[in-house]
């Protein structure tokens, strides 16, 4: 029954792809807004299919995903599912959603759906080394523009356009304590649009380190720069307070941002909460539910 439902969720988010990312979000999710976007080196969970699909090679159970953001007024949706096949590894699926609207007309909707796999190169009971990829689509559809008139009788037609795009990751531990991951966004990639709307998807290198002194608390410090951009430094701190509730913290520069959030466990059922904030823009609530299928 868990597979049937498990598989129904997946094709779902498959059939969603004919709708709408030229964008590229670092925080996604209640753990990527909590600890802002330093999620590459942790441990392995659903944050993998967004942050580094590498780290899915650390993941047995079976997990489902929902979340929602409203980024400075634009609706904001992500989702995903995790499942261990035998004899392929642990396979995830991922998607994206966001659109802009005004007085109820759509004027641009992007979305991504990924692919990832994620697999260990090289595990022992002292260190483990694993690779991972995410195979996206991207759709950007645009709206009928205005035109000169103003009331789109002389606009430029919408339209969809497509693109591929490869993320790459890596992740290796040391007895359980010292990790060390990093990850490649649209490491190969091409352009979506065309004519004036065409444009390079978004490249971005992601590169940091976590440690776990004990069971229970972990810390992580990440490197990030977007193409063109300058370096980004960001930490985190990952604290559970019981088995139920896990709190997650987080500081970033240029421009300084602090997250804090975390989840609360009822069951196979963890409800999560950040808040993200900015140095101008308002605040990011993030809420998310990931369900827990494995026994």
């Known amino acids: 029954m868990n597979q049937i439902i498990s598989i129904l969720f997946s094709l779902l988010m498959t059939n969603v792809i004919l709708g709408q990312s030229v964008s590229d979000y670092t925080y996604t999710g209640v753990s990527g807004s909590a600890s802002v ?6 441990t392995g969970g659903i944050h993998s299919l967004f942050h580094n699909p590498a780290t899915l090679s650390e993941v047995s159970d079976q997990l489902i995903n929902v979340g929602t953001a409203e980024l400075y007024g634009i609706p904001y949706t992500h989702a995903g599912w995790i499942q261990s096949f035998k004899g392929l590894g642990v396979i995830g699926v991922s998607t994206e959603i966001s659109k802009v ?7 641009s909707t992007e979305q991504r759906i990924g692919i990832s796999h994620g697999f260990n190169l090289q595990k022992d ?3 483990t080394l ?15 523009s205005a035109g000169t008139a103003g009331d789109g009788s002389d606009g430029i037609p919408g339209g969809m356009s497509n693109s591929w795009g490869l993320d790459i990751g890596v ?3 040391l007895r359980d304590k010292h990790r060390v991951g990093a990850m ?26 976590s440690y776990t002194p004990f069971k229970g608390l972990m810390t992580s410090f990440l490197f990030e720069r977007a193409l063109g951009e300058d370096i980004q430094i960001k930490g985190s701190i990952h604290f559970d307070v019981s088995p139920s509730i896990h709190l997650i913290a987080g500081v970033q520069s240029n421009p300084n941002r602090l997250g804090i959030g975390g989840f609360l466990s009822v069951s196979k059922i963890k409800i ?7 140095p101008v823009l308002p605040i990011v609530h993030q809420t998310g539910l990931i369900y827990n299928f494995s026994d």
């Open 37 to 42: 976007g330093t999620m590459t080196p942790t």
């Open 101 to 107: 609207t005004f007085e109820k007309v759509e004027l």
């Open 125 to 127: 009971k002292n260190s």
């Open 130 to 144: 694993a690779l991972g990829v995410t195979l996206n689509h991207f759709s950007w559809i645009l709206g009928h």
């Open 171 to 173: 992740i290796g531990s």
């Open 184 to 209: 490649i966004k649209n490491a190969v990639s091409s352009t979506i649009g065309s004519g004036g709307t065409e444009q390079s998807l978004p490249k971005r290198l992601s590169a940091g380190v």
């Open 272 to 278: 999560g909460y950040a808040l993200l904030t900015h």
